[in-house]
């Protein structure tokens, strides 16, 4: 049961254009949302979350949006720049009970010069 | 910002051998730790999270006689392959959450060869 979805698997963006990764999640009971980029053989890097009391958070070119009814968040990057090529995965959990992330199959990011 | 670390970055050993790869947390103690493991482009799969002082919870399928995990201090969390097999080789990263914010920081990871 896969509660949290990326459903592209992988995507291509032109240098300098918008990047927009998007992922669902089907437990209602989560209330935190973070998103992590990796490189190969590396672990995860944090990049950016959002509470559901929040509908967007903002850090610099990473934009995060929440739409808790339709259980969909998506993840901005503008401009795109070649050194955003990686695999990101959205992650979540409920503030309430065990801390355990659930994480999405990832969504691997190609930016082209 | 905070830190995580992992030793070894990679090990390659042979079959039935055992294999211990620790998790630190450079600064800041970490009550809560998580070992993931991931399969080829696949997503982090959770194989249990380490309590400082306490047993750790294994995720449905993760067999804790294999995977044994140890939290001793607020800083070190050690899993450790019991008789290593092929099929184990993958990618194994820690995680460490900070006490007072809800995300998680990630280790290096370990890349686990068995030949």
């Known amino acids: 049961d896969q509660q949290v979805k990326q459903n592209s698997p992988s995507l291509s963006v032109q240098e300098g254009r918008i990047s927009i990764l998007n992922c669902d999640y089907t437990?209602?009971?989560?209330?935190?949302f973070l998103w992590y980029k990796k490189y190969p053989a590396e672990g995860p890097t944090f990049l950016i979350s959002?509470?559901?009391?929040?509908d967007k958070n903002e850090d610099g070119r990473f934009t995060v949006f929440l739409n808790k009814s339709a259980k969909h968040l998506s993840l901005h990057i503008v401009p795109s720049q070649p050194g955003d090529s990686a695999v990101y995965f959205c992650?979540?959990?409920?503030?309430?009970?065990?801390?355990?992330?659930?994480f999405g199959q990832g969504t691997r990011l190609t930016i082209n010069p | 910002g905070a830190v995580v670390s992992q030793h070894p970055s990679r090990v390659i050993c042979k079959s039935g051998t055992s294999v211990k790869i620790e998790c630190r947390s450079l600064?800041?103690?970490?009550?809560?730790m998580f070992w993931y493991r991931q399969f080829p482009k696949k997503s982090l799969m959770l194989m249990a999270t380490?309590?400082?002082?306490?047993?750790?919870?294994?995720e449905q399928g993760v067999e804790k006689d294999k995977f044994l995990i140890n939290h001793a201090s607020l800083t070190l969390s050690t899993l450790t392959v019991t008789s290593a097999h092929p099929e184990d080789s993958s990618f194994y990263i820690c995680?460490?959450?900070?006490?007072?914010?809800?995300?998680?920081?990630f280790g290096p990871g370990t890349r686990l060869t068995v030949l």
């Open positions: 992650a979540a959990f409920p503030i309430q009970g065990a801390q355990k992330l659930v």
């Open positions: 995680s460490a959450r900070r006490n007072t914010y809800n995300e998680q920081f």
């Open positions: 437990n209602s009971m989560f209330d935190y």
């Open positions: 600064d800041f103690q970490a009550t809560t």
């Open positions: 959002i509470s559901s009391i929040k």
């Open positions: 380490s309590n400082e002082g306490s047993k750790a919870t294994y």
